[in-house]
């Protein structure tokens, strides 16, 4: 199981926040009124929660390499991605001061759950009766919509036997 968030809003974008101009909270209609309007088509920001579960078998291979045992971990990797953003959908500049005069702000929310597979590749070999060191090798198949996705990673460590 894991968790990642990352959020680029302002402190000023609070959700409690019932006073709105134009669309966003005061102090935000402010910093983007004095905003030069070169700046507009960049403005934007994004909070992503991503909370993900794995579930995999662990299957101990019947050969070793120099002392390793190697293992096989097949499974399914559950995730749920929130994506919250905001920008500009259209505005209004004066030309000669150079600073945005009007704007419709634009929001955007997705909520996306999807199933996906891994396989972990691992090796393992007892340093004491309680020690043991292993590495081991996950690659992840995902699809985002329209769009394959793969990674891996790798992971080494120590671990102790209770």
Known sequence: MGYISQ?????????SSYNVTNGVPPPVNDYILSLPASD?????WQAYNVGYSQLYLKYQLPISLKGFKLNVSPGVVYVHEQVASFGLKQWNSNPITNTIT?????YSNKNIDRITWTLGLGMRRDLSDKIYLEIDAKYIQDS???FEVSYGLV????????
């Open 144 to 146: 985002l919509g329209e």
């Open 155 to 162: 992971r080494f460590g120590v671990g102790r036997k209770f």
């Open 40 to 44: 507009a088509l960049m403005l934007g």
């Open 102 to 106: 009007s704007y419709t702000p634009q």
């Open 7 to 15: 959020n680029s809003f302002p402190d000023v974008f609070d959700e």
